[in-house]
Structures are given as structure tokens and as C-alpha cells.
């Protein structure tokens, strides 16, 4: 048996902090024992305990048997037990207090924080016992993290239900090391969103997982808060489409939230902890309008309130359609934007009057979404203590960031993201494709313009998106552990936990590619008007790398133990080879690849886990995956063969002498630069370049940091402030010149206003180059940017003689991501790749 969980949690817990306990099984004699072979730990938890850490304490106890074998008993005041785990929250245990005023137990660093916590080794802490392992936490949820910290150091992972990761199984266990403290984390209230769940969570709970009741319930919501509560998150916005039972049908949910120690919101259009689609037609009067019905509106949303006022919530103000639509009662934008001045006002009234009367303590949200973005830059005068949650463009871009008087507000700001989307311009509901790398890098972005009260992920159906779950929720906690260029070395943390070091780097490997891939086209767009977008040559190479990506994952299927295949195949098998095989349809018109995709699914949904995942699978929800076979059309075919560059050196041997001192070279009046290859980065008087690890179209892309920066708006303010990126590069054409940039279509960190860079030749004055710029998800540009996640610029410089030249790129606005840069000096038509870098020797950097 392989003993792997040890070395990627020890590492991974860095993401929450820093710590120094770590496990083992070859024990040494001051080691703590939790397992031998022959004997249980005791676990003791005072009676008058949280019943949410009371709750958890029993998972602990479950836990310890799975890794052990040996059922660990559960105490409650000393038995003269040898070693034993101790729980409590300094305050609420009389033991933990003990312990602290004698000097014994340190809470120094977590008293008075939100949900930190400490582990700690302790001598002699009770009569008769020789040697505790303290777990206490700073409120209840950081005694809850604590047990859960404990959890996964002695291998059990957050996913090893929800994803079927094995738990390796071992009598000896022991912990080395004194002090293990966590906390507080960056981001205060960190969450999911269960949306779109109509064709995988809600079939799957009514058919498989909870017939009883038909829909999802209960039972499966405490899954889901146990999930939470192991990948340290603590706020769920339940699920909300038609025909799912709102959370509160089922009156037992509240309470169970509570037990668990979860704190429940409701999504941006759901407001007041209400599910609008199910509940006004059973619970409201009237319509649902606040201009014809205000009254009725109002008690409607005070009922909800005097039912869930008394536990933990946090309360979505506002006001949009029944469902995700436009707020009713129709009116000017202005009017639009008064009305909800209004509507907040009378909400933070119900709230004064039945949570709290000081209503600044009560947590709130206002989630500007869509249209309502629109609307609150009319009127942004939002009550100072309510929190701003910022959305982004439903693809991954965040659309807005606080300013310098947003940032000052009580309430503070966060961020409302997408790794799944129903919508337009085409939905992303089957496979999870977002690459770690764009999350972070707009998330951290976010971050640093004050989003550090609420991060929200949008998860669809929960499967298949877990390791951008986790990804994202490590970083709500800790979002400086992602430096830009460590992006693999996170996500390779958690496989290396769940799969073991041997499996670790070279799952990382595939995933980075299937990112990447992805991140040019998702599968689910891969049969919208793919055909006419990819040349034969450049299909060709995009379907030998998924095949051999296919290939790398049938090799490592078949050295995985028989317990891990199953965790494989839902996080990375079926992915990567359903994606492979969406490709192969669309590009090669293969009817055996759709079935492939069905044959998948198949496996799945009634072969995996014994069946556990029945129904948990759609590879066509909503119908918005075309999975016939598409008639094969190669009419941009041309494009290659004028872009026929290649990476070798051409011309005679003179010439290339002459190209000495360049790091790119023309090649058929092309010249192609990945913006991470610059020649030089030049840093400007407050930030520096840095290269992000997993974005582009080749797997990597240039960004300034930090991104709160001023705006180098003026050519002298360009040239004397802004970073610069330079690219020695030899022409042998002399002319007019046209380069094209390809960035990532982000946001402006200036509200309302467009990305911008300044490019130039040698010592030329820069020109300021605008990126396509849209407020609207019905404008074209912004459609096909998304989709194919590029935003296109050019720019024609003159180029007087031949040789050697300094192309120049500084950074306008703090926020943008570069991606590739190509010249063209014959007025080549661009194809939807680009051709590779045409470098001046192979011996290039």
C-alpha cells in the first residue's frame, strides 16, 4: 500500500497558511500515535460543544476508521486514556480554557479571528493522559476546519465522496511535528452556487441518490455541506431552476444548514433567501412586481425572513425577474435605478425589524448582474455596509472592479464567477474546461481591487467540476499562494494527494494540455461553425494532439490501482477523452466518435462506482451539443498554405549571420512572437512583467503585476512609467507592416472603459491601441472574442529598411493579459491559430 497522502497535504496546506505537522508511519518516539494496529484514539468532545463541531467530530471519527480500520471511541471528560484528540472552541470549552491558562495550549493567533484555527500538541493536558492532539478553533467553523485539517493529513480527501478518491488504509499512523495554525482566511465568506442542475445534480438526487423524495432534498444537501465545510468553504447559494424544490419546501434544510455550521445565501436574482420560480406561485399574491405590487412583494419576502431570520445567513438584496431576467415594472434606466434604491431600502427595513436592529451587522449582498450592472453605475450610492459582489461576463472575465471609493466602503466587495453557463452567446453546461490559470488570474485580480468579502463560484452541476472547486476555494483562502507562474504546481498539489506522487506530475501534464486545448475552443462550441474556423493543417495538428492526449490517459488508466481508476476516470478520464472525442467529430466528421461520446457517458453513468452516478451525466444538456457529424468544410483551406511558417531557419547562410542580435525573423513576410518570449521585459516605475503559467492559445501569457496601478495614459506618462515588453526582431521586407496583437478579452480595471496598450517600432512614439470594447452580451465582438477567448488588435507600422529592428508593447491599463503577437507584411489573412513563433535560430531563448 502506498503511503501518498502525506507529501501533497503537507504542501498543500500552504495554500491555507503554514504549518508543521505532517504524517507518518514509521513513528519515531515523540511521535502522536493515532493509529497502531491495536488500540482506537479517543476523541473527546465536551457535551455543551457547538452541535456543528459536535456534528464534524463524528466525521472525524468515521474518518480515522477508514484509514485505520479501528473504530475510534468518542468521550466526553477524561477516562484516562494514554493519547486522545481534544476538540473545542476557546470560550465555549472549559478544557480549552484550562489549557490556555495554564499555559499549555497557544491561541494567541487565532483569538478573535473569523475561522481559524490551531492544532496543537500538548504534554500532560488532563489527568492521565499523557500527550493530546488539540484541535480548537476561533469560532465554531474554525473548529470545524481544524477536525477536517486533520482529516486530509491523515489522507482522507475533501473528494473522496464526491468524487470516489480512495482513502489509503494503514493500522500505524501517527502525526510528527508540534503546531499546525490556519488562518484567518483572505476572503470572509467563500462559496458555490448549484445552478443549472437540470440535466446532472437534480436527476441524479431524484432517480439515484434520494428517490424517497423525487428531487433535491435534504439528503443530498448534507452531502454538499460536508463537501464544503472539507474544502474549507462556508456559504451555499442553492440550486434554483424549475422543477427543483426550493431549498426551503423542505423545512428540515434550515435547520440542517445550521447543524452543519453553513451559511445560506441565495443567488443574485434570488432575493431575500427566496426561490422565486418555485415559491411565488405557492407563497406570493398578485404579480411579482414592485411598481403594481409592492405590498404583496414585501410580505412575500418577510415571511422567508421571519422563518430563516435566526440562523446564519447572508441576505441578496436587489431585485431581478422570476427568473433571471429583467426586474419587472418596466420604466427609463433611470427609473430602473431608483426603484432599487427603494426596494433595497424597504428590504434593510424587514431586516432591522426581524434579525437585527443594528441591520450593518446583518450580512448583505448586491450583485449587480447583466442589466443591473448598468443600473447601479446609474446610482452606485448602495448602502455603505452592504457588499458589492462584482459579477464577471459569465465566460470567466470579470466585468468590474472597485475603485478607489468602492474600496473604502464598510461593506467592501467581492466576486461572482462562472467555471459553467447557460446563456448566450452558447452554453457551457457538459464539461469544465476553465483553465485554473484565468481563474486566478482574474479572481487575484478582483482580490486586489478590494473583492475580499464574498467569492462565489458558479459550479452548474458540481460534477465535473471539482478540481476548479478546489482550486478556486484554496485560493479564497490564501489568494497570494498563486504567483502567476505556479499555477500547475497547485493543481499538481491536489492530484499528487489524491493519486499519489508517482501519478502526480503526469496527471498535471495531461490536465495543463486539455486546458489548453480547451482554452482556444471548448468542446461544447466545437460544432458552432468550428469547421470554417480551423484550416485542414491546423485540424489536423489539433486532433493529433488530442489523440495523443487520449493516449497519455489509456497509459496511465493502466497503471492506476483498481480503487483509483474510478476517481481517474470522473476527473480526468472522461474529460479529457469526451473532449477528444468532440474534437474528432467536428474536425474529422467521425460518427465513431460520437458514439465514443455516448459510449463515455454510458460508462459514466452506470458503470462508475457501481453505478453510483446514475444519471449524473449529460453529454448534451440543454441540447445545445450538436452531436451529429458535421459535412466536412475546408473552403478556408488557403489560409495555411499563406501561412505556411515553419520554426527553422530559411535563406543562406550569409543572412542568417546577419540576423545575429534578433530573437525573431521574418519568415514569408510573417513574423510570430509568443508575448512570453520577449527579448527583454522592461519594468516601469511601479510594476514588472510576469508570465502566467496555464493562459493562451500555447499555454502561457505575460501580465503586469501588481495590477492596482496607475493607468500610463499619455505617451510621456507611457514612456516614462509603463512597462515594457521588447522583441528584437529581423525583417527582410521593408513596408508597411501590420502587427496584431491577440490578448485576453478582460476588463478594464477604469470602469466603463476599454483595455489599452501602446505598441511601436524602435524608437518611434507609441501608438495607444484600444481592445474591442463592449458593455452588452448581444454585441458581436464580445460573442466572438469569448469563444474563442482572444481579443484581436492591429496595428500598421512603417518599416523603413530591412534588418534589424525593436518591436515595443508597454502596458496602458493595469489588467491586461498579452498572448501572442504577429507581424504581417503581406496582408496574409489570419486563421483562428496562428502559426508558430518564427524564432531566428533554433538556439533562440
Known sequence: MRYWAVTGLTVLSSLRGFGALSLTHSPGRDDFIIGDGTHALSVLVETNAAPAVSRAANDLLDDLERVTGTRSKRISGTTGETNLVLIGTPGQSELVDRLVAEGKLDVTGIRGQWESYVLQMVKYPLPGVERALVIAGSDRRGTIYGIYELSELIGVSPWYWWADVPIPKTKTVALHGDTLMQGPPAVKYRGLFLNDEDWGLRPWAAKTFDPETGNLGPKTYARVFELLLRLRANLLWPAMHPDTRAFNFYPTNKELADAYGIVMGSSHCEQMLRNNVDEWARDGQGDYNFVTNPDGVLKYWEQRVRENGRFENSYTLGMRGIHDSGMPGGGTAREKAERLHTIIAAQRDLLARL???????????????????????????????????????????????????????????????????????????????????????????????????????????????????????????????????????????????????????????????????????????????????????????????????????????????????????????????????????????????????????????????????????????????????????????????????????????????????????????????????????????????????????????????????????????????????????????????????????????????????????????????????????????????????????????????????????????????????????????????????????????
Not at 396 to 405: C, E
Not at 496 to 518: M, Q
Open 355 to 845: 434579525v437585527n436592529t443594528n441591520v450593518a451587522q446583518v450580512p448583505q449582498i448586491f450583485c449587480p448582474y447583466k442589466e443591473v450592472l448598468e443600473l447601479y453605475r446609474l446610482a452606485p450610492d448602495i448602502p455603505d455596509d452592504v457588499t458589492l459582489v462584482w459579477p464577471d461576463d459569465n465566460y470567466g472575465y470579470v466585468r468590474q472592479f472597485s475603485d478607489a471609493r468602492e474600496r473604502r466602503r464598510r461593506g467592501g466587495a467581492g466576486v461572482y464567477y462562472h467555471v459553467s453557463y447557460y446563456g448566450r452567446p452558447r452554453d457551457y453546461l457538459w464539461l469544465c474546461s476553465t483553465p485554473p490559470a484565468l481563474l486566478a488570474e482574474e479572481t487575484t485580480k478582483a482580490y486586489e481591487y478590494g473583492a475580499d468579502r464574498v467569492w462565489m463560484l458558479n459550479v452548474g452541476d458540481l460534477k465535473p467540476a471539482e478540481l476548479d472547486i478546489e482550486f478556486f476555494l484554496r485560493l479564497a483562502w490564501n489568494p497570494q499562494a498563486w504567483t502567476g507562474t505556479n499555477t500547475y504546481e497547485l493543481l499538481e498539489q491536489q492530484l499528487t494527494r489524491d493519486f499519489g506522487p508517482a501519478f502526480g506530475p503526469e496527471l498535471t501534464s495531461i490536465l495543463a494540455e486539455y486546458y489548453r486545448l480547451n482554452f482556444q475552443r471548448k468542446p461544447e462550441h466545437m460544432a458552432f461553425r468550428t469547421n470554417s474556423l480551423f484550416t485542414a493543417d491546423v485540424a489536423a495538428q489539433r486532433l493529433k494532439a488530442w489523440r495523443k492526449l487520449s493516449a497519455r490517459v489509456e497509459a496511465v488508466e493502466q497503471k492506476l490501482s483498481p480503487e483509483a481508476r474510478d476517481a481517474f476516470f470522473e476527473l480526468v478520464g472522461y474529460p479529457v477523452k469526451a473532449a477528444a472525442a468532440m474534437n474528432e467529430k467536428c474536425l474529422a466528421g467521425s460518427a465513431a466518435a460520437a458514439e465514443e461520446i455516448h459510449r463515455l457517458t454510458d460508462i459514466y453513468n452506470h458503470q462508475t462506482a457501481g453505478g453510483k452516478w446514475r444519471n449524473m451525466m449529460s453529454d448534451n444538456p440543454r441540447g445545445q451539443v450538436d452531436l451529429g457529424v458535421p459535412a466536412m468544410d475546408r473552403s478556408g483551406d488557403r489560409q495555411t498554405a499563406e501561412l505556411a511558417v515553419t520554426n527553422g531557419p530559411s535563406g543562406s547562410r550569409s543572412e542568417a549571420a546577419t540576423m545575429d542580435g534578433t530573437d525573431f525573423a521574418e519568415r514569408d513576410q510573417c513574423v510570430v512572437m509568443e508575448a512570453e518570449h520577449a527579448s527583454a521585459f522592461v519594468s516601469g516605475k511601479d510594476t514588472r512583467w510576469r508570465k502566467i503559467t496555464g493562459l493562451g492559445y500555447n499555454g502561457e501569457a505575460v501580465a503586469v503585476f501588481p495590477t492596482r496601478v496607475p493607468v500610463c495614459a499619455t505617451r510621456e506618462k507611457i514612456l516614462a512609467e509603463a512597462p515594457c515588453l521588447q522583441y528584437k526582431i529581423w525583417i527582410k521586407h521593408p513596408g508597411d507592416w501590420k502587427f496584431t496583437v491577440r490578448a485576453l478579452p478582460t476588463f478594464s480595471v477604469e470602469t466603463g472603459q476599454p483595455q489599452r496598450y501602446a505598441i511601436a517600432l524602435d524608437d518611434e512614439p507609441p501608438k495607444i491601441v484600444s481592445l474591442p470594447f463592449s458593455q452588452s452580451e448581444t454585441d458581436r465582438q464580445w460573442q466572438e472574442n469569448v469563444l474563442r477567448n482572444a481579443a484581436l488588435t492591429s496595428t500598421v507600422l512603417k518599416i523603413a529598411q530591412a534588418g534589424r529592428h525593436t518591436l515595443k508593447v508597454w502596458m496602458v491599463d493595469p489588467g491586461i493579459v498579452l498572448d501572442t503577437i504577429i507581424g504581417d507584411g503581406g496582408n496574409l489573412p489570419l486563421g483562428y491559430v496562428w502559426p508558430p513563433e518564427t524564432r531566428s535560430s533554433p538556439t533562440s531563448p
